[in-house]
């Protein structure tokens, strides 16, 4: 299973689009292949899907519904919808969002239509795999929503460690083998960790109830790592940032590397006796061409030689990236230079209804999840 950067909706990525539909099947081509072949492919959704189907643009997003059928025609499974933009058009916002998800067949986890919903604050996924069922908890959560207010109180899930234990036991209640959390925090455009989502993601190992973090907000590749304790003492591996999947952010006005991303993703054995082990974390780099209509490239394949046709990028430019990538945040030994293979069948996704049957009458109660959490801002960005 893996992730990829943020889905970051500019209005000149949206100007790339066919007619400006907001279909980024083309611009994302080039990473499709490698989303198809992972078991179980998670993005990360960070804008809501506008509900009067009026696009907007930064600091309130609103994606055009399009955007959703092109990440299901990508390769993608399910989405966290988790963010600091996820209420930025309001709960009718958060319903169109998470509508255009069903409408097209993707899982989601961290936003919720109702407080019975929000009670159950996990997505499941079967594999069948080995003649057994692997089944994978997604929990999704944010350190804030740019300065506004849930205006329900259960909509977002935010970053609050106790809350996240208590949802991943109640997932593995339902039946989770590997519980992955999707969390948004840390600094933008720094490649490094900052002690907060280093602190973070060392509670959430502490808890002994959480497989792998999947970490997002900066906006630019950061290393990943093997932490002390996880399940049964096991460890848990954290990539504390993909970057970004596609925008029309760039060194000129955000940060350098903020138009690379990576695509990450955990080699997982089940084993014979019933548990699951997460081995490792590979990852693939690729880069937006803007000159060359907001298209994801292969970053690797660049470097190796690769010159797609409308190829924006110059010489200079591809061997910059490559080296900033390279040398600073990540070792190009341990990148993996062909995609993933998927192992079984495609996942299958269990109803919301279904998810909340398992449950039963464990609940969320509001009381448990603070208004704001500990790694809340109130500033706003991307």
Known sequence: MGYAGDVLMHSAVLSSTPDF??????????????????????????VPVAPDGVYSDFPTFGAPSEVVGALARSGWDGCATASNHSVDQGEAGVVATLDTLDEHGLGHAGTYRSRKDASAPFALYELERGGRTVTVAQIST???????????????????????????????????????????IGQEYETAPDGEQVSYAQDLA?????????????????????????VNGKGMWVSYSAGNYISSQNESYCGPLSDVGQLVWADVTAHADGSV???????????????????????????????????GLSEEEIDRRWSMLTSDVKDSSTMDTTPPKPTGPAPTIVSRKETLTRVGAQHTAPSDRPSQSPHSESSTSE
Request: proline share 5%.
């Open 277 to 311: 082990s997460v081995d490792s974390l590979s990852w693939h780099p690729f880069t937006v061409d803007q000159e060359g209509g907001y298209k994801v490239r292969d970053l690797a394949a660049l470097h190796d030689g690769e010159r797609p046709d409308g190829l």
């Open 142 to 184: 944010t350190m804030g929503l740019n300065g506004f207010d849930d205006p329900t109180g259960y909509s977002v899930s935010l970053n609050d460690v106790g809350a996240i234990t208590k949802a991943a036991k109640s997932a593995r209640a339902a039946g989770a083998d590997l519980v992955v959390v999707h969390s948004q």
């Open 206 to 230: 502490d808890s002994g109830q959480v497989d792998i973090l999947f970490g997002a907000h900066p906006h630019v590749p950061q290393p990943a790592e093997k932490l002390k304790g996880g």
């Open 21 to 46: 539909s907001g279909d980024i099947t083309g611009n994302v081509a080039a990473e499709t292949p490698w989303v198809e072949g992972l078991d179980l492919a998670l993005c990360g959704m960070e």
